[in-house]
């Protein structure tokens, strides 16, 4: 409990001073692909929980992040929406900026400042209200998934991931199929990490926990688990509540990183991408999580220097993809296949280190 | 006569339309080794998954210590001590042996009483203390059935319930797994068990139910079974 609490706060300072360290020295456009590397980590480590652990195929995650990214806006930024009945542009102020009404703050005579500390406020209860309303989806989901099994299953978070796209596409309140514009860009460095860092704390208490064990259980073998006394229906659900909750955070960091949102970010490749990253890495290892969520985020971006140096426009793609095929065809089971790194693992593969 | 502790009265069950177990009664006292023999698809795993919970009877009742246990969920009669080891080993191949062990300790919060058990299953069946740090499913069968066996042991069983424990075995793992069976009974746990291999079954139990086509058809002392004519014909290999 201890350890655990005093690797929280080591981590959120690290990520504190990460912040300052990168905005003062590195370049705007390495810090945001680390940002996004950030925003990778903390979905695919969630899904981990899902699909790795609990070895329910899921394919939702796009759905939960929508569902988190669109409730945290609604705390940060005015929605400003075409209203047909009476045929005007209306703007709703945010619920961070209600809240300051409420306090006595007087929106109108405000400067642009202090409208942006007021949203940054904000963001915190937004982070934490789109993580809940998502895990409270989640729930809904896990549902189903007591009954499915396998690619029923995977079709069915699929389609929920569309619902959700769907839904959002029409209600014009929050943009509708054009999406929120003007977020404001409060997701930086230290918020992407401190989540980072909560969300793999909490997912290697998981991991070694009874919990988890009861999750490892299902994944191998399912029958078995249940004359265990494991409650197979308890423990599914709790497995998505879990994964969808940090998805949901994970989401609203994303739309507060890219300012803009729309449906079709959350369109269904996206749940395929984290899913890639979860199987490059190694279903059902945590740093095989980590690790294919940098790559994966990393590898587009990278190959952008080479597309530049043979002229050839879009071959970053097809490097891109040919990586993936190789590294399924030679290393099926991901690049950390289910184990962690640790000082053991470690060892054994530096040559000349200790046994 | 000693108390029993598992009773089925005329129950029925359905796979769909399929009529899998036509009004099967059967108890089992503390103490006992009780065994259920049968060819195949005669209805005995059906059985075992009615009694812990996995399959939902149409009619007749089960119960457990005197309780009603017909509508019971699986982890709630594992909390009481009724456990299962499931055939075809069902074990979780990529955990390692200590993990499956704990595993098998799940339902239970008494921690210095899970340690000791779990040296207990270790001095049981010495061969997985020596492969502790290995995955379940780099076992032999034979070690994969004791695996199975000393898992349900974990969580405590007052009644174990044994599906084809010699399920694919050599002759001779066979005989150690019965002669470990009537150790752990002589621990004190009753013990419901199902088995083709009918000579051995007979051999290590106290009496014994030959189940065929869903039916009850012979039941009797394990001793005179084995001596009984039709039983020798059918599933002795003799007369």
Known sequence: MLRTGAVLVAGIIGAVVLN????????????????????????????????????????????????????????????????????QYVSEPSLAARMAEMFGADLAAAGSEQLQSIAAWGFLPGLIAGGVVSALAGLVVGIPALRLRGDYLAIATLGF??????????????????????????????????????????????????????????????????????????MKVMAFIYGAFFAGVAGGLLAHLLQTISPATFNFMKSIEVVVMLVLGGLGSLTGAVVGAIVLTVLPEALRDVEREVNLP?????????????????????IFGQRELSLKLLRRVIPGGRK | MAETVLELEGINVFYGAIHALRD?????????????????????????????????????????????????????????????????????????????????????????????????????????????????????GGEQQMLAIARALMSAPKLLLLDEPSLGLAPLIVQTIFATIDRINKQGVTILLVEQNANIALKHSHRAYVIEAGRVDIEGDSAQLRNDPRVKAAYLGEG
């Open chain 2, 24 to 140: 099967v009664s059967l108890c089992v006292n503390a103490g006992e080794v009780v065994t259920l023999i049968g060819a195949n698809g005669a209805g005995k795993t059906t059985t075992l998954a009615t009694i812990c919970g996995l399959m939902r009877p149409k009619s007749g009742s089960v119960k457990y210590n005197g309780a009603d246990i017909a509508r019971a969920q699986t982890h709630e009669l594992v909390a009481q001590g009724l456990v299962m080891a499931p055939e075809g080993r069902g074990i979780f191949p990529n955990l390692t042996v200590d993990e499956n062990l704990r595993i098998g300790a799940y339902a239970r919060r008494d921690k210095p009483a899970v340690a000791a058990d779990l040296a207990h299953a270790y001095e049981i069946f010495p061969r997985l203390s020596e492969r502790k740090r290995q995955k379940g499913g780099t076992l032999s």
């Open chain 1, 161 to 234: 991931g569309e619902i959700v796209r769907v839904v959002i596409t029409n209600i014009p309140q929050i943009g509708g199929a054009t999406g929120l514009p003007g977020l404001p860009p409060l997701a930086n460095t230290s918020w992407i990490f401190a989540v980072c860092v909560v969300c793999i704390v909490f997912s290697v208490n998981l991991q070694r926990s009874t919990f988890g064990r009861a999750l490892i259980a299902i994944r191998e073998n399912e029958l078995a688990a249940e004359i265990m006394g494991v409650r197979i229906a308890r």
């Open chain 1, 314 to 334: 879009g071959i970053r793609m097809v490097v891109y993809a040919l990586v993936l095929i190789l590294l399924m065809i030679f290393r099926p089971q991901g």
């Open chain 1, 20 to 87: 300052a360290v990168l905005a003062e020295f590195i370049d705007d456009y390495v810090v945001r692909v680390i940002n996004l590397c950030g925003v990778a980590i903390v979905l695919a480590v969630s899904l981990n929980v899902i699909n790795g652990l609990c070895g329910q195929f899921s394919l939702g995650h796009a759905g939960f992040m929508a569902i988190g990214a669109y409730v945290c806006s609604l705390f940060t930024t005015t929605q400003r929406y075409y209203d047909a009945a009476s045929a």
